[in-house]
């Protein structure tokens, strides 16, 4: 018999996918990986093999994903077209190749998911496993089959006698992991719509944030977050707390209108609270600690990153050779900054590091400053002479 891994989330979809594949005369192993999406994966384990799943394999990826994937992205400043901080990307690559390990200890030649033809995901997946898992043969069931609706998935899954929990429907699809939450569909399908607050997951409404400013200082250490006020605290706790911290603050929400690879431009809203606060300290620490040059550079490399993860490009020399870069520029982002959450917003309002390159006797305007005001002539009469030059050349200003 064939053997499939399949992607299992326990939604309808994924749940669909079990019966689909098993009427195309597979034997199904469910593969459910838990990236922080805060959904208890005993009751996906039991429901895939209620489905008929010969096997479910569970694992828990927070630490890895956050080791190996949110803190590459995070010293990277990632954030596609300015404003999504890649939380499902993030994800994708890391489900991928673990999909892929476990077709090959199980001795599966097929790998499934349960994305459809019209986003990002099928693309993370299939060409991270191309990568790794060039060998495994992929089936997308949802690209494939009739099934129209939610509805009709419903009628199959009933009519099949699938163990799901047909809840109020929800108008919104969802992703979830530590980093961030990505919303889509429903009202939020028209751009021109505000998204109701019912849209959000995680965070409060700004204006139902408390009163009072909240302030909280972050640890860096070569570009890691290390610690919160002080207290060192191991990575997937400390993006809890952050996310816990936000979310009460209002802090994290993204509404934009986003080009999919596919070339379809879709509107998404985001929640990524802790991912918002890190990136701006992160970011904070990096103005204090490089030089104009780097930090110029830095950023058109980031936004080059953010771009390869959201296509799926993890698996690749470009993102090997990328991380040897933005590694070699975070060997002095130490430091501290202090964030200050209040109605939505968080903002860094001290910073401090042992690698920072401000110096208080050369920004004075007080008695200690020692910058050689006299010096400043000559540098600016040297960096002028370009246009002294054309200034004498050219008659009028129309020329210059
Ligand atoms: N548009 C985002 C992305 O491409 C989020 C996708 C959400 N995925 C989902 N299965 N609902 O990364």
């Given amino acids: ?188 399908e028209d751009p021109w719509t505000e998204p109701p607050e019912e849209a959000y997951r995680w965070t409060r409404s700004p204006l139902a944030s408390p009163k009072a400013p909240h302030y909280v200082n972050v640890d860096f250490e070569r570009g890691v977050p290390v610690g919160v006020n002080g207290k060192r605290i191991g990575l997937t706790k400390l993006i809890q707390q952050l996310n816990g911290l936000g979310s009460r603050y209002g802090v994290g929400r993204t509404d934009l209108v986003e080009d999919r690879l596919v070339g379809i431009k879709s509107r998404e809203v985001y929640e990524a609270p802790a991912g918002t606060i890190l990136q701006t300290a992160h970011r904070e620490l990096e103005s204090l600690t490089l030089h104009r040059e780097l930090l110029e550079f830095k950023e058109i490399v980031g936004q080059r990153y953010a771009r390869l993860i959201y296509d799926g490009l993890w698996y690749t020399p470009l993102k090997t050779a990328l991380d040897g870069f933005i590694e070699q520029t975070q060997r002095g982002v130490t430091g501290t900054i202090r964030m200050k959450l209040w109605g939505g917003t968080a903002v860094p309002v001290g910073r401090k590091s042992k690698h920072a390159l401000y110096r208080k006797n050369l920004a004075t305007y007080g008695a200690e400053d020692t910058f050689d005001q006299k010096a400043a002539a000559g540098c600016i009469k040297i960096w002028g002479l370009p246009y002294r030059n054309s200034g004498r050349v050219h008659s009028s200003h129309l020329d210059r």
């Avoid at 694992?59 to 901080?85: C, M, Q, T, W």
Wanted: glycine share 8%; with cysteine; proline share 3%.
């Fill in 1 to 188: 018999m064939k053997k499939v891994v399949l992607a299992y989330s326990g939604g309808l979809d994924t749940t669909v996918c079990i019966q689909w594949l098993k009427d195309r005369g597979f034997s199904v192993i469910a593969y459910c990986a838990d990236v922080g999406q805060g959904e208890d994966l005993r009751q996906a384990r039991r429901r895939a093999l209620a489905c008929g799943a010969v096997k479910a394999v569970v694992h828990d990826l927070r630490e890895e994903f956050a080791r190996d994937f949110v803190i590459p992205s995070l010293k990277a400043n990632a954030a596609y077209e300015g404003k999504y901080l890649l939380a499902t990307a993030l994800s994708r690559p890391l489900i991928a190749k673990y999909l892929g390990d476990v077709a090959r200890k199980e001795g599966a030649g097929t790998v499934g998911h349960g994305c459809t033809g019209k986003g990002n995901d099928q693309v993370r997946f299939e060409v991270t496993l191309a990568a790794l898992a060039p060998e495994l043969e992929v089936v997308a069931p949802v690209r494939e089959w009739e099934l129209k609706s939610r509805e009709e998935e419903i009628v199959y899954a009933q009519k099949h006698r699938l163990p799901i929990k047909i809840s109020k429907k929800s108008p919104y699809s969802l992703d979830q992991n530590l980093w961030g939450v990505s919303i889509e569909c429903g009202a939020l």
